[in-house]
Each structure stands twice: as structure tokens, then as C-alpha cells.
């Protein structure tokens, strides 16, 4: 059965990619869709079964033998297990989703069947990271889900930036791959094996040990996690390599739910919990981890406050809410962790294609300065994205006394993040708890002012150029020109008053194959986290659920529920505080906005500008890398060896260009001449002897 | 004779030698059938030849052994390594006859013959068992190669095999004394025999150096690689496939075959020398090939840097790396030749090999696109893919022999995808603007033929390499018995915390047995 979960959507691909010319758009993206579906199908009943404690520690398939060298046996198969299972409903689910709303946004694209055989190759490499049994598997996974990331984000190659974008997400990635790498390296070194439950098993064994590494004598098991956690990073777009992730923006919407919100880049919370035995051993790497995900999640929460395209904002959102899955995993919380990345898919993915409804109907403006007022053009849109951004705003009444509590997704799992930060009683623990708060805050203020820029005030269409082209050239169907729209403009530094008006264009709400999938996942993001937050968090129900599949911390998941009442009421404090900023700034006085840029100018460009990283990293190695090349080709190669050698050679030999025109006989002639003079002389004197 | 009762390895090295003579009498159709027959029939003998094979059978397998003069003597037999490493060399060779199949021109029946004297040579190469035959293959496969370019080649052909010339000249006169110093030494001319030699340590040294000096040249390293660019850029597309596909391979195979085994202490003392050497080519050659404007070039520089890959693998002294060298230099040849071919492609239909020429092919070339983003990937070492594995394994290897040289020689992976990737969307991707671009047809039946051949070898590489390990497990086993004693050993030296605990921290994985059978 998880054969076919996995292979079925790698049959698909083949089949659309290799064969779409032949069988066209309509079938190529009914078997992609119909594999998905039937994956998905058949990846609940396991996680369901994992609920019910059917499966108990799960089972490994094997496949096939891969790589053997001496001791490293590294093999094809596939490894089902709780955290696995999850992973499963996940992956499965928000890519049938997204594949099937594809066909509908991607109705006029002329390149459908590539599209699909993409979303479906990488729903395969995805698949095999999370059943892989060993580190190598795991990583052919991660290059995998970087590949259809990059053939994604540059599906439209004809825009220099989306290719940019493109290039620049899979070097990135390779910056953490290469810490990656040395991780698994180290791991053999160390282990003599790459199979992970013996990694685990044998982990605890090896804390306090030191090896020598880059002339260091450090410790082992800190060396190991770090290095591992530099690929996590890369992959899930953590503080110094995330810039990578905003810029993916440029793939289309639906890849950006499913690659860039739902799963892909929540591999490396994904490889984290995996490996979380291991992490248990060294508490320093459970420090780095904890800071770096905290850090992030500050560091993005801001800049998503400032940013105008939609794409962007949910972009930084999703950076930040990694974050908080990292530092959840840095306390110890992996159960939380994981229930946060299983309660984002659904309404990351959500807001994700509610924002591409809105740039469907908007003729692909992405810029919230052009919207306005579409809450009654494109009324289920709007309630699918309330239902999401209530989610992740973790909107919900806490359980007091006999009234039992509900709230949305968001509201279950994030609260369990932050309260297990201050519980877990270290001071980056509560470092990590004051960031989560105050991070709660922004990310309330960013999806409100995200959902009052977008559906409420009045419409300030007219002024887009894409509503523009819209109107004036709407009889010749240009796809490409549409998609290549958008980078012409340069950003803008400051907001500034965009006029009102509709133009006269009319909004049009999306057909039904986008319609369902909103539905779905705004179903998901309103009771994922009531329906399961027992098997999760809870302390006793879930360590029945996880049976070992990650270090799962039952005093901790029961000291959560023993946090100050102010710990527990400071969320939903923020998030009001948030809201209402938001509230006052985007609905009440909108001169706020543009008054704040006048006065916190250098605050603004700091934040607008992503605090500077891409310019920071533009001067730091890309344009060394290319005046290194330079100089080492011209100076190096040519100025140097070339000419104190070969060229050298040839002016001592001849006294300069008279010699080329000798060369094609003589040097030809010459060569072959010593060549049987040694042979002759070596013939001679084995005879003589 | 051998358990076949045929000379196997002689007939493989006649075909293509009697094939060659004839083609230089016959019309410019009958030259190009002829040796793609020939070829295609060595292919199939290559074939036998594998299957053939026993694996975990003696070491030296299809042996012949006729004497000529003195202790000079007509002796061929292979190993699993030679094994590989042939079989690459029959892959490749039909296909560069189809490469040239109407892109050369002129002297046609001259070409084809040049080919397939080649293809002997390199055979031979592989197969010899006697030092100076091996010598003499060695050397002579130069000669070919050198008229490849030097009369089928680009304009600037006359410096480009001036260049080649000389490099290797220098290595091979040191080769040959070397040579001729062991053979006085051990008495005797046999390969097998001396590989039993113990040299003296003091003696080891020059002799490693000497070696070195021809194999460094070939594989080529920095700084002797500044021959490989223009030898390239300059050769005929079949002659840069034949140059990057089996040509650079004979370094490494140098290597493994004489410097390691015959020195093995001389080997663990220049350590530093060799991966000193690949780590400045790793970074160096890759951001070198960041810059190119020339296709061929760029793809040069890379070859610099894959190499490098090979010697960090081959002198880690442990299975991991060898293992890895081994895999990086099959695939290396297939991926290169394969991307040599793919700038072919576009190179017969516009003339010229500047990057900037090019663009959006992904419209009007969709099945070439496809084609060179597969070795796009596999050249970038992308899982799933043959360069993969045996990058993977060869870093490995190395990352035990000492963190430093894995540190650096690890960024590769990520210079690798910077400069390739960013070859690619020149080439394919952007707009396609340029009219002469867009009148370029997508590949016709040979060409895609050719392509997806290779293409199907590099996948199976990098999902099954049991195939390709298995004959050659036996041999590195056999290697490494012989260096183990020289093993400088790594510097990771685990120490255990106080508490003691009887860990199995020992995994050198230099295990000499030969029980590790296959699949």
C-alpha cells in the first residue's frame, strides 16, 4: 500500500512529463489529479490507524539495494511510522488539493502538462524524504523536493525573475545540503551506518565524546546536529538562509502552497523531529536550534508587516511560522512542533490559494495597494480566508471550568508552541517565549491588514496595470504576457495613496475546482486542531500516538497544561492587540500607514528592504565569486601558467609565432619520434639483459 | 587462452584496428557504416564481455599472454575495474561516430579511421598486462586525438593540440624512465607481477612522482589543466566526448593501477600534494567556470573540478573513496560526453559556442531541454543520478581521511550548481528572441537516440550501482590490502567520555575481503 502512495504519484509524472505531448492537457492532468487522489486515499486509513493504535511502531518495506561501499549499505525503502503517517496525510492531501485546483488556475497556460508532472514529481520526492529509513534516502528526497522547487518557481522561464528566483532557491538550498552532507559524513564517521533507528539508537551512547574536526577537538554529538540542522535550515528557510523563499513568490500560486507553505520547506522541522533522538543528546545544538527559530520568526513577522504583494506577506508568514516549529523543537516540544506543521498545512495552504483566487480574479495583480473592497466581488474567497487567517492568528476561547473550549487550528497548536517555551524552564526557553508573543502580535497585525487591505475599504483597481491590461486587452488571450507583467514594475520604497475606483472591472469569483479545495482546507483550518490536538500534544494519548517515532516529552506536554493563567491568556492578548492595530490603521484612519512611513522612515526601508540581507549577501559572495572566476581565469589560468608555461615553452623553443605555422607536422612528428625512441630503447635493453 | 576459448580482448582491440584500415579506402557512406559496424560490434564483444565476467572469480580475468621479444610480451587480461572502464569506452565510441555522422565534413574515411584506431588504443590501454605495452597504448592514444583536433578542429586548433602536446609529452618522458628503473628493479615487465613489488620507500617517492607527472597531466589537475579548455573548445564535438569520456579517465586509472598499489608509501607521504592540489581545483575551476562565455569551456573547467573529485576519493585510502573515484569517473565520462554532445547539438545548428547566442530553447527544443536538464542535474550530482553516487561515496571517503579536504572539496556541491544552473538558463530558459535561435529544430531520431541512450546509463547508475560496484568490489579489496599499510588513517579520532563504553568506534571500512559479494 505505501508502495502505491509513493510510486503512483512518480508513474504520473512520467507519464504527463514525458508523455503530455502525445496525450494531451486534458489526460495528462487527469492522471496526475487521479494519482493524488488515490495516494491521499490511501495515506488517511494509515494515519487513522496510527490514531487508533492499530499500527503501533509502524514497519519498514524494503525496495531495493542502492548504494554498497564496504560498510555503508545504504538501500531503497520505505519507513511508516506515526511521524511518518502524518507526514503522509499531509503531503498527500494538500497536493491532491492542489492539483486539483490547478486546473482551474492554470486553465489558460498553454504548458499544463509539465506543470502537473512537476507538481506530482515533486509530491514523489517528497514522499520518499519522509519514508526514508536512512540519512541518504532522506537527502535523495531533499534533493528531489529541490529540484521540482527549482522547476517550479521557474515554470514561467520566460521572466528573468522567476528564473533569478529559480537559481537562487536551489543554491541556496545547496548552501544547507553542504552542511547536510557533512552531517551525514560525520554521521558514518561516527555511527559506521547511515540507517537511521540504529543512529538513534546508538546516539545517547556517544554524548560527551569528542573528534577531531577542521583541526577542532569538539563534541561529537553537537557537531553532528549542527551540521544536520545547516541543511534544515537551508530547506525550511530559517534566519541566513531564508532569502531563497520570498523570492520562490515567482513560482505559480498553487506551488507556492504546496512546496512553499505546506511541505516542502517544512522538511527540515520534518528531518528535526526525525532525528530528535539524536538533538536529545546535545543541548547546545537544542539551544542553536531554539534561537535560530526564534530569531526567524521575529526577524520574518517583521518584514511581513511591511510587504504589499500577498504573495510576499504570506511568504514571510510562513518563514516566521517555521520559526516557531523550530524553536518548539529546540525546547524539546517535537510533539508540538510537528502539530503546528500538521495545523499550517491546512491553513498556510488555505491562504495561500485564497490569495491566488484573489490574483485570479484581479487578472494577476499581487500588489494589495490595487485591491480593496472584494469582500462582496468574491464573497467565498473572503470567508475561506477569514477561516484561515482566524487560524493563524490561533483564534479560540481557552477551556474554564465546565464550558469546553474551541478555537481554530492556529489557536491549539501555537499556544502549545509558546507554552511549552516558557515551561520548559531554560532562559532560551524563555527568550523563546517573550519573541513567540511578541511575534504573535505582528503576525496578528500582518494577516488583518492582509484581509482589510484585500476585502475591505473601497476598490483601488483602477489604477493597476494588470486591471488595465485587463480591460483594454482582454480579447487577445496572452497568457505569458500576463505572467511576465508583473516584475516590469520596480517596487516601491513608500506606500503611497493609490486612488480609488473599480476602473469598471468586475471581479469574478473562480470556478469550483477552486472552490472545493478552499472549502476543504478551511474545514481543516477550522477543526484540525480541535480533532486532533489529543493524539498531538496531549500527554498521555500521544505517547501512544508517537510509540517512539520522535522524542516525544510527556512531562512536558503535562506540565503545559500547568502554565500560569497569564501564559495561557497572553496569545490571545497579542492577537487582539494586533487585530486591533490593524483594525485602526487599515479600516478606521488610513492615513496611519503613510504617516508612520513619514516618521519611522529608516525603521521602514529597514523592514521593507528584508534588513538588508540580499544586498548584505550580493557583496559578501556573489559578486566575489564572479571577480574571483575573473581573476583567477585571467590571471591565473592565462596570465600565469599559460604563460610561463605552454606559451613560455614555445618561446623559448622558436622565438614566438613563427612556431604555429611548424606545429601541425613537426610537433606531431617530434612527439611520435620520442615516443618509439624510449620504446626502442627499452626494447633493446630488455633484450640485452 | 582463456575459459572462452577465443582471445576475447584481442578481438576487441582487431575490430576497430582492421575497420580503421580499411576505412581509409573505402567512400565517405561506406567509412561512416563501417565504423559505426565495427563499433557496434565491439559494443556487443563489450557486452559478452561483462556478462562474461566472474565476479569473485581471480583477480585477472581473460588472459592471453604471447611473447615477442626479450621480456616484451603480448599480454592482455582485465580486472573488474579495466572491465568498467572498457565497457565505458565501447559505449561511448558508437556514439561519437553517430555525433560525427554529418557534421564532419571533410576527410571523412581519415575521421572515422582516427575514431576507431582510438578505440583500439584505449582498449588496449585497459587490457594491457605489460608495462611497456601499456606504455605504448598509452601514449599512442594520444596520437589520434591530437589529429582530431589538430585537422577536424576549430579555428584555433593549431595552439590548442600545441598545448595538449606538450603537456603531456613532459609526463610521459618521466613515465617511461620510471618504467624502465622498475623493470630493472623487479625483473620483469609484467603488470600483475609488479603489482606485487614492494619498492623501497626511498625509491617509491621519485618513482610516484614520475608517474605523476604523466597522470597528472591527463586527469588532468590544477595547475597542469590549462591544456583541457582550449584542447576542448577547439576539438570536433565526437573528439571532446571521446577527450572528456575516456581520455581524462586514464589518469585516474594511472592511479588506481600503478601509483597506489606499486607506492603505497610513497602515496600516503604526498597526501598533501594530491588533495592540496584537488582542493584548490574544486573552488578555483568552479568559479573559473562561473565566468565562461564559451559552453565548451565552461564545461571544461568542470571536468577540472569532477576530477578533482576523483583523486580525493582515490587517495582517501579507504573503500568509500575509491569506490566513489571509480563511480565519478564512470559517470563523469558519460555525463560530460553527454553534455559535449548536448552543446553538439545546438553547435550544428548556429556555429557558435557563445553562451549569450542562446536562449528560451525550452520553446522550439522542448526534448533537447528535458535531455540537458537530466545532465544538467546528474553533472550538478543531483540523487537518483550516477554523479551522485559516486560523488557521494568519494567524499565520504574522504570526509574519513580528513575533514578538512571533505569541508572543502564539499562547497563543489555548490559551486557546481551555481555555474551549471546558471548555464542552463542562459541556454534554455529566457525569452526566445532571437529568430536564428528560434528557427533552431528540436533533436531528430539520431541525435535524441544518442542522447536517451545515455541518458538511460546515468539513471541506472544512480538507482542501481550495484551493477557497476559489484565487478569492481573485488579489485578495490584487493587495493586496499595492498595500501592499507601505508593508511595515514584520519583525523577524526573519536574519544569517549569518561564514562567507558566498549563502542565499536573502529569503522576504517578497509576491509580486504573479497566476501562482500554483490547482488
Redesign the interface.
Given at each position: 500500500m505505501i508502495q502505491l502512495i509513493v510510486f503512483l504519484p512518480l508513474l504520473a509524472a512520467l507519464v504527463a512529463g514525458l508523455g503530455g505531448r502525445a496525450i494531451g492537457s486534458l489526460a495528462s492532468k487527469l492522471i496526475t489529479t487521479a494519482a493524488l487522489f488515490a495516494s491521499c486515499a490511501l495515506s488517511w486509513p494509515i494515519f487513522l490507524g496510527f490514531m487508533s493504535g492499530n499500527y503501533a511502531g509502524g514497519w519498514v518495506e524494503p525496495v531495493l539495494a542502492w548504494i554498497h561501499s564496504g560498510d555503508l549499505r545504504v538501500d531503497w525503502s520505505l519507513r511508516v511510522d506515526a511521524l511518518t503517517a502524518v507526514m503522509l496525510v499531509v503531503i498527500t492531501t494538500v497536493s491532491a488539493l492542489v492539483h486539483l485546483y490547478s486546473w482551474g488556475y492554470m486553465e489558460e497556460d498553454p504548458d499544463q502538462p509539465r506543470f502537473f508532472a512537476y507538481l506530482s514529481l515533486f509530491t514523489f520526492a517528497m514522499l520518499m524524504l519522509v519514508t526514508a529509513n536512512n540519512l541518504v534516502q532522506m537527502f535523495f528526497g531533499w534533493e528531489g523536493v529541490g529540484l521540482a522547487s527549482y522547476l517550479l518557481i521557474g515554470f514561467w522561464y520566460h521572466k528573468p525573475s522567476a528564473n533569478a528566483a529559480a537559481i537562487k532557491a536551489f543554491v541556496v538550498n545547496r548552501v544547507g545540503d553542504f552542511g547536510f552532507s557533512l552531517g551525514i559524513f560525520g554521521t558514518f564517521l561516527v555511527f559506521g551506518t547511515v540507517s537511521i533507528p540504529e543512529i538513534l539508537a546508538a546516539a545517547p551512547g556517544m554524548a560527551g565524546a569528542t573528534f577531531g574536526f577542521l583541526g577542532m577537538r569538539v563534541d561529537v554529538m553537537t557537531t553532528l546536529c549542527l551540521l544536520l540542522f545547516v541543511g534544515a535550515m537551508g530547506k525550511s528557510a530559517q534566519l541566513g538562509l531564508h532569502t531563497w523563499l520570498p523570492d520562490a513568490m515567482e513560482g505559480p500560486t498553487p506551488v507556492s502552497a504546496l512546496i512553499h507553505a505546506a511541505t516542502m520547506v517544512t522538511a527540515g522541522v520534518f528531518m528535526v523531529c526525525r532525528l530528535s533522538p539524536m538533538f536529545e543528546v546535545s543541548p547546545t545544538a537544542l539551544t542553536v536550534v531554539t534561537v535560530v527559530g526564534a530569531a526567524t520568526a521575529l526577524f520574518a513577522a517583521t518584514v511581513g508587516t511591511v510587504q504589499n504583494d500577498i504573495k510576499r506577506v504570506i511568504a514571510y508568514s510562513t518563514c516566521s511560522q517555521l520559526g516557531y516549529m523550530f524553536f518548539a523543537a529546540g525546547v524539546g516540544a517535537y510533539s508540538a512542533a510537528m502539530f503546528h506543521l500538521f495545523t499550517h498545512a491546512f491553513f498556510k495552504a488555505l491562504l495561500f490559494l485564497g490569495a491566488g483566487s484573489v490574483i485570479h480574479a484581479m487578472h494577476h495583480e499581487q500588489d494589495m495597494r490595487f485591491y480593496g473592497g472584494l469582500r462582496k466581488e468574491i464573497p467565498l474567497t473572503f470567508w475561506a480566508m477569514l477561516a484561515g487567517t482566524l487560524a493563524i492568528t490561533g483564534v479560540g476561547i481557552i477551556q474554564v471550568g465546565g464550558f469546553a473550549g474551541f478555537g481554530f487550528a492556529g489557536f491549539y497548536s501555537k499556544d502549545a508552541i509558546i507554552e511549552s517555551a516558557f515551561m520548559s524552564g531554560t532562559t532560551t526557553g524563555g527568550f523563546a517565549f517573550a519573541v513567540g508573543i511578541f511575534a504573535a502580535l505582528l503576525t496578528s497585525f500582518y494577516s488583518w491588514r492582509l484581509i482589510f487591505l484585500t476585502f475591505f475599504g473601497k476598490p483601488r483597481w483602477a489604477a493597476s496595470e494588470h486591471i488595465q491590461h485587463a480591460l483594454h486587452a482582454h480579447d487577445h488571450n496572452d497568457p505569458i504576457a500576463e505572467n511576465a507583467g508583473h516584475d516590469t514594475r520596480p517596487h516601491e520604497e513608500h506606500a503611497r495613496e493609490v486612488p480609488t475606483g473599480t476602473g469598471g472591472y468586475h471581479p469574478h469569483e473562480s470556478p469550483w475546482t477552486m472552490l472545493v479545495p478552499l472549502g476543504v482546507l478551511a474545514i481543516g483550518a477550522i477543526f484540525a486542531g480541535l480533532l486532533f490536538h489529543g493524539p498531538f500534544i496531549d500527554a498521555h494519548e500521544g505517547a501512544e500516538f508517537w510509540r517512539g517515532s520522535l522524542a516525544f516529552d510527556e512531562h512536558l506536554m503535562e506540565e503545559i497544561h500547568h502554565a500560569p493563567l497569564w501564559v495561557k491568556l497572553a496569545p490571545a492578548f497579542v492577537m487582539i492587540v494586533g487585530f486591533l492595530i490593524a483594525l485602526q490603521a487599515y479600516i478606521r484612519n488610513t492615513t496611519i500607514p503613510a504617516r508612520f512611513v513619514g516618521q519611522f522612515g529608516i525603521l521602514h526601508a529597514f523592514l521593507f528592504n528584508k534588513w538588508y540581507f540580499d544586498q548584505l549577501y550580493r557583496y559578501l559572495f556573489i559578486i566575489p565569486a564572479f571577480g574571483f572566476g575573473r581573476i583567477f581565469w585571467k590571471v591565473g589560468d592565462e596570465g600565469t601558467i599559460d604563460r610561463f608555461g605552454p606559451n613560455g615553452a614555445a618561446a623559448l623553443v622558436a622565438g614566438g609565432n613563427k612556431l604555429t605555422a611548424r606545429l601541425q607536422s613537426g610537433y606531431l612528428y617530434t612527439y611520435a619520434l620520442v615516443m618509439l625512441l624510449g620504446l626502442a630503447a627499452a626494447a633493446t635493453w630488455a633484450m640485452a639483459r | 587462452m582463456n575459459a572462452l576459448g577465443f582471445p576475447i580482448l584481442s578481438l576487441m582491440l582487431l575490430v576497430p584496428l582492421v575497420a580503421a584500415g580499411v576505412c581509409l579506402f573505402v567512400s565517405n557512406n561506406t567509412a561512416r557504416w563501417l565504423a559505426l559496424g565495427a563499433t557496434l560490434v565491439d559494443l556487443a564483444l563489450g557486452i559478452f564481455l561483462w556478462g562474461a565476467y566472474d565476479i569473485g572469480g581471480p583477480q585477472w580475468q581473460f588472459v592471453e599472454n604471447a611473447p615477442l621479444?626479450?621480456?616484451?610480451s603480448w599480454a592482455l587480461g582485465i580486472d573488474g575495474i579495466a572491465l568498467m572502464l572498457i565497457m565505458l569506452s565501447v559505449f561511448l565510441m558508437p556514439i561519437c561516430i553517430a555525433a560525427s555522422w554529418s557534421s564532419i565534413e571533410h576527410r571523412i574515411p581519415e575521421y572515422m579511421a582516427a575514431f576507431l584506431l582510438m578505440e583500439t588504443l584505449m582498449i588496449g590501454v585497459f587490457a594491457a598486462q605489460d608495462i611497456?605495452l601499456f606504455?605504448?597504448f598509452f601514449?599512442?592514444g594520444?596520437?589520434p586525438m591530437?589529429?582530431i583536433i589538430?585537422i577536424w578542429g576549430g579555428a584555433e586548433r593549431?595552439?590548442a593540440?600545441?598545448?595538449f602536446?606538450?603537456?603531456t609529452?613532459l609526463g610521459?618522458?618521466l613515465m617511461?624512465v620510471a618504467?624502465?628503473w622498475m623493470?630493472?628493479f623487479a625483473g620483469t615487465?609484467s603488470i600483475p607481477v609488479l603489482l606485487q613489488t614492494d619498492f623501497p620507500p626511498e625509491a617509491q617517492t621519485l618513482l610516484w612522482l614520475a608517474f605523476f607527472a604523466s597522470f597528472a597531466v591527463k586527469l588532468p589537475m590544477w595547475?597542469?589543466h590549462?591544456?583541457l579548455?582550449d584542447a576542448h573548445v577547439q576539438a570536433p564535438t565526437a573528439g571532446s566526448v571521446i577527450l572528456a569520456g575516456v581520455l581524462l579517465k586514464l589518469g585516474g586509472y594511472g592511479f588506481i593501477r600503478f601509483s597506489l598499489p606499486m607506492f603505497p608509501e610513497a602515496s600516503a607521504e604526498l597526501f598533501w600534494l594530491v588533495m592540496g592540489l584537488s582542493m584548490v581545483a574544486i573552488v578555483?575551476?568552479s568559479?573559473?567556470?562561473?565566468?565562461?562565455r564559451d559552453m565548451k569551456k565552461l564545461i571544461a573547467y568542470s571536468s577540472v573540478a569532477h576530477m578533482a573529485f576523483v583523486t580525493i576519493g582515490l587517495f582517501a585510502f579507504?573503500?568509500?573513496g575509491i569506490?566513489?573515484a571509480l563511480i565519478v569517473m564512470l559517470s563523469h565520462g558519460l555525463v560530460s560526453g553527454a553534455l559535449f554532445l548536448c552543446v553538439g547539438v545546438i553547435y550544428d545548428r548556429l556555429h557558435t559556442r557563445e553562451i549569450d547566442r542562446y536562449g528560451?530553447l525550452?520553446d522550439n527544443m522542448?526534448a533537447y531541454a528535458?535531455l540537458f536538464l537530466l545532465f544538467t542535474?546528474a553533472s550538478v550530482g543531483?540523487?537518483?543520478t550516477g554523479g551522485?553516487?559516486g560523488e557521494?561515496?568519494s567524499?565520504?571517503g574522504a570526509?574519513?581521511a580528513n575533514?578538512?579536504v571533505?569541508?572543502v572539496a564539499?562547497?563543489g556541491?555548490?559551486?557546481g550548481?551555481?555555474y551549471m544552473?546558471?548555464l542552463y538558463?542562459r541556454v534554455?530558459?529566457?525569452?526566445?528572441d532571437k529568430p536564428d535561435v528560434a528557427a533552431m529544430p528540436d533533436l531528430n531520431k539520431r541525435e535524441l537516440a544518442m542522447l536517451t541512450f545515455i541518458a538511460a546509463v546515468v539513471l541506472w547508475m544512480g538507482?542501481?550501482?550495484?551493477s557497476f560496484?559489484a565487478p569492481m568490489r573485488n579489485d578495490v579489496g584487493t587495493l586496499l590490502a595492498r595500501i592499507e599499510r601505508a593508511n595515514p588513517g584520519?583525523?577524526?579520532?573519536?574519544?569517549?567520555?569518561?564514562?567507558p563504553?566498549p563502542?565499536?568506534?573502529e569503522?576504517d571500512?578497509?576491509?580486504p575481503k573479497a566476501a562482500?559479494g554483490?547482488?
Open positions: - | 621479444f626479450g621480456r616484451f611497456f606504455y605504448i601514449e599512442a594520444l596520437i591530437y589529429l589538430g593549431i595552439y593540440s600545441y598545448k602536446f606538450l603537456y609529452l610521459s618522458v617511461l618504467m624502465l623493470v630493472n615487465t595547475p597542469v590549462t591544456w579548455p578555483y575551476t568559479l573559473v567556470a562561473l565566468v565562461q579507504n573503500r568509500q569506490e566513489g528560451g525550452s522542448p528535458v542535474m543531483l540523487p537518483g551522485f553516487v557521494f561515496l567524499l565520504l570526509y574519513r575533514s578538512w571533505a569541508f564539499t562547497t556541491i555548490i559551486l550548481a551555481a544552473l546558471y538558463w534554455a530558459y529566457g525569452k526566445l538507482v542501481y550501482p550495484e560496484l584520519g583525523d577524526a579520532r573519536i574519544a569517549m567520555s569518561a564514562s563504553k563502542a565499536a568506534v569503522h571500512g578497509n576491509v562482500e554483490g547482488h
